[in-house]
């Protein structure tokens, strides 16, 4: 069974870190490209960053690009992503995802809520 | 980046209607297209992808088409577990944006 689960979600400052978690079990993590999604309290869906299978390639949204970094350790099967410089408008559940067919997220983690304030 | 708008953004139905959200993206992004449904509380689930392919084990009620810009998911008849919150987003290009969401609720 597929499982993704997050961790290292918590209350911190602006202008903190945080490194969320992600481990990831049931398939072959070196074999898939992993996503972070995140979802501000009451509000849609949106896309992070992208790493691929080997870790050599990444993508961010232009909002976080800069302040967080993804990464991936695949002989321990877990996604990680480093976010630095913290904002208020961070505040949200961030999802780490794994990519499927055409680059849709077939199996999501349950979350992990991030809150950043003073 | 490439804008997804869903349209409604809310929707009122009744168990057994026939249901159809939209969905337009601001370029052509192929067949880079897939649909989510989210519960409260709960992650997303990936309902379609690649516009049509339905995911494994997802009812065959739902039902995606389109091509280029605009795009429908469709729900035959609708069931009681089905509602919930929509989104498409484009996979064609980073950053992988999504809709704004389609709440379906029940009348």
């Known amino acids: 069974e597929v499982q993704l689960v997050e961790s290292g979600g918590g209350l911190v400052q602006p202008g903190g870190s945080l490194r969320l978690s992600c481990a990831a079990s049931?398939?072959?993590?070196?074999?898939?490209?992993m996503h972070w999604v995140r979802q501000a309290p009451g509000k849609g869906l949106v896309w992070v960053s992208r790493?691929?299978?080997?870790?050599?390639?990444?993508n961010y949204a232009d909002s976080v690009r800069g302040r967080f970094t993804i990464s991936r350790d695949n002989a321990k099967n877990t996604l990680f992503l480093q976010m630095n410089s913290l904002r208020v408008e961070d505040t949200a559940v961030y999802y780490c995802?794994?990519?499927?067919?055409?680059?849709?997220?077939?199996?999501w983690g349950q979350g992990t809520l991030v809150t950043v304030s003073s | 980046d490439i804008q997804m708008t869903q349209s409604p953004s809310s929707l009122s139905a009744s168990v057994g209607d026939r249901v159809t959200i939209t969905c337009r993206a601001s370029?052509?992004?192929?067949?880079?297209l897939n649909w989510y449904q989210q519960k409260p509380g709960k992650a997303p689930k990936l309902l379609i992808y690649?516009?049509?392919s339905l995911q494994s084990g997802v009812p065959s009620r739902f039902s995606g088409s389109g091509s280029g810009t605009d795009f429908t998911l469709t729900i035959s008849s609708l069931q009681p577990e089905d509602f919930a919150t929509y989104y498409c987003?484009?996979?064609?290009?980073?950053?992988?944006?999504f809709g704004q969401g389609t709440k379906l609720e029940i009348k």
């Open positions: 049931g398939f072959t993590f070196s074999s898939y490209w």
């Open positions: 790493i691929e299978s080997d870790g050599t390639s990444t």
């Open positions: 690649a516009v049509s």
């Open positions: 995802a794994r990519n499927h067919n055409w680059n849709g997220l077939d199996y």
């Open positions: 370029q052509s992004i192929s067949i880079y």
């Open positions: 987003q484009q996979s064609y290009i980073t950053p992988y944006t």
